[in-house]
């Protein structure tokens, strides 16, 4: 029963492939984030989600095309994988409003 | 825009002892959150602690707390009694109330070690 799961865990992939990362949450919230965590831990927000709806797209390269299905899902689809998305891509949920984020457990995805 | 600023990129601790990571942020909003999330190797993140910005009491959750200052946009986290299992990356983030450009703005982080 984990809050905030996301697959996979861990994604090794060449140059130039197209990739997707799944993220659910159980929590029952209204609003899901994708954040990207570079090399040096910084935390970035890529996009952001409420009630199916993108509200926050924070200029990231149109070959990262996020999908919501419904309020428990956003996925997240790369295309043409560059050696530049190496990093952890984290998946988080919040109630709408002034609450903390529960994060998913990271994918760490290796460009090759 | 908000930022989040933390100095200091590295921390070290002696086991058992006090240790006070900073955070100051950049806001033009009066209501806001705060928190602090730890990140241990794992890489899960864990919330620590959170603060409203309307409370002028500090938070505290069991042996952390935070010393909020609103009018100098600090929001240091003390450690009390430091475990070996407090090493980890802690964060400061922000997060407006009330808007519809809604996310969680990070700092770049603290790196805390534990000496045993």
């Known amino acids: 029963d984990t809050a905030v799961s996301q697959t996979p865990k861990y994604l090794v992939t060449q140059m130039g492939n197209d990739k997707s990362i799944k993220c659910e949450q159980n929590?029952?919230?209204?609003?899901m984030y994708w954040y990207k965590q570079d090399s040096k831990k910084f935390l970035k927000i890529m996009f952001s989600?409420?009630?199916?709806?993108?509200?926050i797209n924070e200029t990231v390269p149109n070959r990262f095309s996020p999908k919501s299905p419904d309020k428990a899902h956003l996925n997240l689809h790369i295309n043409s994988l560059e050696l530049g998305d190496s990093a952890v891509y984290f998946c988080a949920s919040s109630r709408w409003g002034p609450t903390e984020a529960f994060f998913g457990q990271g994918t760490r995805l290796t460009v090759v | 825009a908000q930022t989040v600023t933390q100095s200091q990129p590295e921390m070290s601790v002696q086991e058992a002892e006090t240790v006070t990571l900073s955070c100051t942020y950049d806001?033009?909003?009066?209501?806001?959150?705060l928190f602090w999330y730890k990140q241990p190797p794992s890489r899960q993140m864990i919330l620590v602690i959170r603060?409203?910005?309307?409370?002028?009491q500090n938070a505290t959750e069991n042996r952390f707390s935070v010393n909020f200052q609103k009018a100098a946009k600090s929001f240091s986290l003390k450690i009390s009694d430091s475990q070996l299992g407090d090493a980890a990356m802690y964060f400061c983030?922000?997060?407006?109330?009330?808007?519809?450009?809604?996310?969680?703005?990070f700092g770049p982080g603290t790196s805390l070690s534990v000496i045993p």
């Open positions: 989600y409420n009630n199916k709806e993108l509200i």
């Open positions: 806001t033009s909003e009066s209501d806001y959150y």
């Open positions: 983030a922000y997060r407006s109330v009330g808007t519809s450009y809604d996310k969680v703005i």
């Open positions: 929590l029952g919230h209204d609003t």
């Open positions: 603060q409203e910005a309307y409370k002028q």
